[in-house]
C-alpha cells in the first residue's frame, strides 16, 4: 500500500456522491424566562425591612399602644434612632421645639408620625446597598414624591395622612427590591423603557419572571404587614372605582401625579402633563403642576440633606 504524503492530500479528487446530513437530534431548546417562584426565591435572600420599621407597621391598627414600649423598640436600633431625630428635627417635619429622643418625639409628634418618619429612613436604608445609580435615584424620588402627594391629597380627603404618606412610601417596593436585586439588568430595563405602566409591568415579566406590583404583594405578607399594604403595592396601577376617595385611590391617584411633578421612574423624557384622564383628586392637591413640583422637590432635597444622600 502506497503511503501519502502531505502534499498529496492537497491534491486528492473531492469526495462525491456523499453529503452531510443535519443532525436528527432535537432542537436546542428556546430560552424561557423565569418563573415567579425563581424570582421570590431570589428577592427572598435580600435584607428585609428593619425589625423595627416592621413591628410599627404590624401596629398600624392597634389601639392604646404604649409609647414607653415603641420607644424601647425603637431604640433597639441605634443607627436608625439617630437618622430618625435627624429628620424630625428638620423642616420636613417641622417639629415647633427640638426633639432631643425617641420618646419625646413619640410625644411631640405622635405614634403615627414616627412610624411614617422610621419606614421613611428604613426603607432607604433598605436599598442603600443598591449604590446611587441613576435609575435606583429615580425609583426612590418617585416613591418619596408619591408619598409626599398622598399625605397632601389625604389631608385635603379628611383621611389618615400619615398612614397615606406610610402606603404611598410603601406601593414601590417590590420595585425597589428588584433594583437591589438585579441592579445593573432592571436599571437598563428602566432607562430604556418607555413611560407607559402597562408595558413595563410585561417588560417585568419577561425580563425577571414577576412584575414589581407582585413582588411588593408577596414581601409584604412576607413581612407580616397589614393586608392593606400589600393590596396597594398589587394593584396601584389599577383605575380606581369612579367616585371612590379612599387610600388605595389616593396613593393610585399619587403616584401617577408623581410622574407628571417629573419623578418618573423611566429614563425617557417627562412630558409634565397631568395624569390622563384628569383623576377627581386633582382638586385635593393645591396650585399648578408646577408649584406641586417644586413643593415636592423641596421636600425631597430636605430629607435628602438629612441623611446625606
Known amino acids: 500500500m502506497a503511503i501519502l504524503s502531505s502534499r498529496d492530500l492537497y491534491t486528492l479528487p473531492p469526495l462525491r456522491g456523499r453529503t452531510v ?3 436528527s437530534g432535537p432542537a436546542p431548546p428556546v430560552p424561557q424566562p423565569p418563573s415567579s417562584d425563581d424570582a421570590l426565591r431570589t428577592l427572598r435572600t435580600l435584607p428585609t425591612l428593619s425589625l423595627v420599621a416592621t413591628y410599627l407597621l404590624q401596629q398600624v391598627s392597634q389601639e392604646n399602644i404604649s409609647f414607653r414600649k415603641v420607644s424601647d423598640v425603637i431604640r433597639t436600633d441605634a443607627p436608625l434612632s439617630a437618622d430618625m431625630l435627624r ?18 418625639a413619640l410625644a411631640m409628634l405622635g405614634l ?3 412610624r411614617s418618619l422610621v419606614t421613611t429612613v428604613a426603607l432607604k436604608s433598605l436599598i442603600g446597598q443598591a449604590g446611587g445609580t441613576p435609575a435606583l435615584v429615580r425609583c426612590w424620588r418617585h416613591n418619596l414624591a408619591c408619598a409626599f402627594v398622598a399625605e397632601e391629597a389625604a389631608r385635603k380627603a379628611d383621611l389618615d395622612r400619615d398612614f397615606a ?3 404611598g412610601l410603601l406601593h414601590d417596593v417590590g420595585r425597589l427590591t428588584m433594583m437591589s436585586a438585579w441592579r445593573p439588568r432592571y436599571g437598563a430595563l428602566l432607562d430604556s423603557a418607555q413611560p407607559d405602566p402597562v408595558a413595563l409591568l410585561a417588560a417585568e415579566r419577561q425580563e425577571f419572571g414577576i412584575p414589581h406590583t407582585r413582588a411588593g404583594f408577596a414581601l409584604t405578607q ?4 397589614p393586608l392593606i399594604f400589600g393590596e396597594i403595592a398589587d394593584r396601584h396601577h389599577d383605575p380606581p372605582p369612579e367616585g371612590v376617595v379612599d387610600v388605595m385611590a389616593v396613593v393610585c391617584f399619587s403616584c401617577r401625579f408623581a410622574d407628571a411633578l417629573g419623578f418618573g421612574v423611566v429614563g425617557g423624557p417627562v412630558t409634565g402633563e397631568e395624569p390622563d384622564p384628569p383623576s377627581p383628586l386633582r382638586r385635593l392637591i ?3 403642576l408646577k408649584d406641586a413640583a ?13 441623611l446625606g444622600t
Not at 428635627?89 to 417639629?95: E, Q, V
Open 294 to 306: 417644586l413643593r415636592v422637590a423641596e421636600r425631597i432635597n430636605t430629607f435628602e440633606c438629612c
Open 286 to 288: 393645591e396650585g399648578s
Open 222 to 225: 412576607d413581612w407580616k404587614l
Open 112 to 114: 403615627d408620625r414616627v
Open 21 to 23: 446530513k443535519p443532525s
Open 165 to 167: 404618606y406610610t402606603a
Open 87 to 104: 429628620v424630625a428635627n428638620s423642616a420636613l417635619f417641622g417639629p415647633r421645639f427640638p426633639v432631643t429622643g425617641v420618646l419625646h
